[in-house]
Every structure is written in structure tokens, then in C-alpha cells.
């Protein structure tokens, strides 16, 4: 993607980020919303949350963990839909500050994030469940509604004002309402005002030409669109999917089924074969631990980034010709990255479609040297192990003589362009439907 600001260029490099989902919340073992899907008592969720205090919260345990996944930035719930706010808020007194722990967990995780070298990013919810104003809008109560939106703009400048550089700002929970009942262009001004870098994310609320306006999402406004347990490139701005590393649930739920490192792999792998990010989320214990199943997968992944991570870092959007039959493709450069999700131990491999001339080819899992032979529509890899070399994905990197590019034909996939692309392939063993004529 052409024209990224010097000032953005990181995020299109990291391709890999952490989404924390914690809040007392987490010590019910249900999930983030249980307060609304199960409708609890208002008044006893508020006093649990006030004597939530988790002991074994260490932010430095957690930047270590992002790390060593091979992860670039976090983004951190500073405050969900339950309202409860995990700093230290002049506007409110359901904060960990001022109730039971006395800390200001968004200042430990920001500085131990930058510490190590990481992105920091916080995300804060637009609407809370214990107002009734936010559930009215502005239309049944305007005056309620006016307070609370200046309750949102205050804390969103408390944010950008107490804790240093901040570098992305993602937003959610603004549905049904629409950005200008929101005053989000006017938040946005005041964000850019006091951290010109700062990356915000599209959930300001639906624009007002957009009815639907899925989650609250603005084609207009925001400078990277987030797509929710799915992968869809965005070809006009900068893109994140952001996914569970569980069946389904962000917050610490007991009994959820964790999906294989496989798995979550191989969607970091396709975020980046279509240049984009995915931001992995983790749900926390409710005394401040990752679970250490998350903790066992992200270290897998990180082994794997520490061999591969090249092809994932600062990769460019679209593949170049067909591979569906082996896995992925990844571009960067001059190079073209093979990863191989289905090794079928024969010793060889074949790419159809690759125009651009190959100089060398590595399996970048072992480093080996690979033979190859290259004739107009093929390219043969040869001198492949029998056995995978690794548990994950192993990854062939092609070095051309320029950008990769594909054949013609190759251009478009299989269904997809136009069928007399084919056609002279089909002629060439006859016109009719007998054989050999």
C-alpha cells in the first residue's frame, strides 16, 4: 500500500499484535459480557468489581509473553462495556485506582510494554452498560445522552494526555449510534491535536448515509478498518483482523477449547499474504494471569517466527499464482515466500504460474539450498526431506530477479477472470469432445 505516513509505517511492518481482554469481569470465568448476556444484578456485579483485586497481575510477565511470540504492539482494554476503567480516572471512581487493587493498571502495562520494545495501543469502549443514558441515544434523552458523550470525549483525553506516547487508539462499542451523535469528528480532532502519530482505528460510529453500519464501523472516519473473526483485506487504508485464540469468547471463560497453534498461524500467515495485521486476543484469569494454554500456543508460534518471521514482517499484499494444493504465499521484495501448510513427503513440489525468473531457492527451515528447474509455466523444487522439518509450516523462500509476478494466465484463480484466458490451453489437444480430435 502506497502513501502510509513515515509515522504509520510500523504498523504495516508488524503484521503481528496482542489484544488483551481483562476486567473484573475475568473472575467470573464467563466471558467479557456477561454482565449484559446474562443479565446480572447491576448493583452486585459493581460491588465485586469493587472488591476485585488480582494478586498475580504482572505486566512485564505478559510484554515477555508478546515477545517471544514474535508479536510488534498490544492493545489493551482500558475500560469495556461493563465501565469499569483500569486507570486512574478524574471522572469516575469505578476504576482500579480508586477501588479495591489501588493501581493504575494502564500505566503498568504501558510501561512495560515500551519497555520492551513493543507498541503500546489502548482500547476503550464507547458505550457503558451502567448508564442508562447510553441505552436511550440521544433521541429519548438528550440531555443524559450529552453528559455521557462528555464523559467518553474527557476519559478518551485522559488517555492521550497521562500516559506518553500512544500509539494506537481502538475504539469499539459505539453501535447504534452514529459518529456525529458520538461527536467522534470532533474526538478525532482533539486526538490528532495532542498525538499527531497516534493510529486510530474505524469504530466511531456508523456514518449517517449508513444504516446498517456494522458494529458501529465508519467508512469515513478512523485510518485502519478491523474486521472481527475474519480475514478481509481493506484495499483502500490500512487493515487488522482481530480474533480469539479460543473457540469464541475474549474473555477469560473456564472450559473454553483453545484453537491449535496451527491454526491461529495460519491465519497470521494469510493476514499477511493480504497485507494486513492480526491482533491475537488473550483473556487473562481473573487474578491477572495468561492461561497457560495461550502461553504454551504463542510460544510455539514464536519458535516458528523466530526461524520464518522474514516472510511475515513487512510482507506485501497479494499472492502470485496458484498454491492453494500446498499453502500460502507471501510476498516481499524481490523474494517470494512458499509456506508450505500441507507437506506431503515426496520430495518435491511444483509451482505453476511464476513468471519472474528464479535465482535461488532456500528452505528457510533448515537453510538447505534447494534444486529447482524453471520452464515457462513451471517451476520445479527438488531435494525436499521425506519428514517435515518442522511441527508448524515450513517455509520456501524464492529469490527472483525483480517483484514476482505471474504468468498471464496465472494472474487470476481458478472461477475467477476471463475463461478465454484458457483457451488456447484447452486447444492444444483438440476442439471436440472426442479424443484426440
Known amino acids: 500500500m502506497s502513501g502510509i505516513p513515515d509515522h504509520w509505517k510500523w504498523f504495516n511492518e508488524a503484521r503481528f499484535g496482542l489484544f488483551v481482554h481483562w476486567g473484573p469481569y475475568a473472575a467470573y470465568g464467563r466471558g467479557e459480557q456477561v454482565l449484559f448476556r446474562e443479565r446480572l444484578d447491576q448493583r452486585d456485579y459493581e460491588a465485586r468489581a469493587c472488591r476485585w483485586n488480582p494478586q498475580k497481575f504482572d505486566a512485564t510477565a505478559w510484554a515477555d509473553v508478546a515477545k517471544q511470540a514474535g508479536m510488534k504492539y498490544a492493545v489493551l482494554t482500558t475500560r469495556h462495556h461493563d465501565g469499569f476503567c483500569l486507570w486512574d480516572s478524574k471522572f469516575t471512581d469505578y476504576t482500579s485506582a480508586a477501588q479495591a487493587p489501588r493501581r493504575d493498571f494502564v500505566r503498568e502495562y504501558v510501561e512495560a510494554f515500551r519497555a520492551a520494545g513493543l507498541r503500546v495501543g489502548l482500547y476503550y469502549s464507547m458505550i457503558d452498560w451502567r448508564v442508562p443514558a447510553a441505552f436511550e441515544g440521544p433521541e429519548h434523552d438528550p440531555r443524559g445522552w450529552a453528559a455521557f458523550r462528555e464523559y467518553v470525549h474527557h476519559q478518551v483525553r485522559e488517555l492521550l494526555t497521562h500516559y506518553g506516547r500512544i500509539d494506537v487508539m481502538w475504539f469499539d462499542g459505539a453501535w447504534p449510534e452514529t459518529s456525529r451523535q458520538w461527536g467522534s469528528h470532533e474526538l478525532v480532532q482533539t486526538m490528532r491535536s495532542l498525538q499527531p502519530h497516534l493510529l486510530i482505528n474505524n469504530r466511531l460510529g456508523r456514518d449517517e448515509d449508513d444504516p446498517a453500519g456494522t458494529g458501529g464501523q465508519s467508512r469515513s472516519l478512523g485510518d485502519f478498518s478491523t474486521p472481527e473473526h475474519r480475514i478481509v483485506e481493506d484495499p483502500h487504508r490500512l487493515w487488522e483482523s482481530c480474533d480469539v ?59 516458528w517466527m523466530r526461524l520464518h518471521g522474514e516472510c511475515i514482517s513487512g510482507s506485501e499484499r497479494g499472492e502470485v499464482c496458484e498454491f492453494i494444493t500446498h499453502g500460502r504465499q507471501i510476498r516481499k521484495g524481490s523474494n517470494l515466500y512458499l509456506v508450505v501448510r500441507f507437506w506431503d513427503g515426496t520430495g518435491a513440489l511444483t509451482l505453476a504460474g511464476l513468471e519472474t525468473t528464479v535465482t535461488r531457492a532456500v528452505l528457510l527451515t533448515t537453510g538447505s539450498e534447494l534444486r529447482f528447474k524453471q520452464t515457462t509455466d513451471h517451476l520445479a523444487i527438488e531435494g525436499l526431506p521425506e519428514k517435515s522439518p518442522t511441527d508448524l509450516f515450513p517455509v520456501i523462500r524464492l529469490e527472483c530477479d525483480g517483484p514476482p509476478k505471474a504468468r498471464p494466465w496465472a494472474v487470476d484463480r481458478l472461477w475467477k477472470g476471463d475463461p478465454r484466458r484458457m483457451t488456447a490451453w484447452a486447444a492444444q489437444r483438440g476442439k471436440t469432445v472426442w479424443v484426440g480430435r
Open 245 to 303: 485464540s479460543t473457540s469464541r469468547l475474549w474473555g477469560y471463560a473456564k472450559g473454553e477449547r483453545w484453537r491449535p497453534a496451527d491454526v491461529l498461524l495460519d491465519k497470521l500467515v494469510e493476514c499477511a499474504s493480504k497485507g494486513g495485521n492480526l491482533l491475537l486476543n488473550v483473556g487473562p484469569t481473573g487474578d491477572g494471569e495468561f492461561p497457560s494454554e495461550f502461553v504454551a500456543i504463542t510460544d510455539a508460534i514464536g519458535k
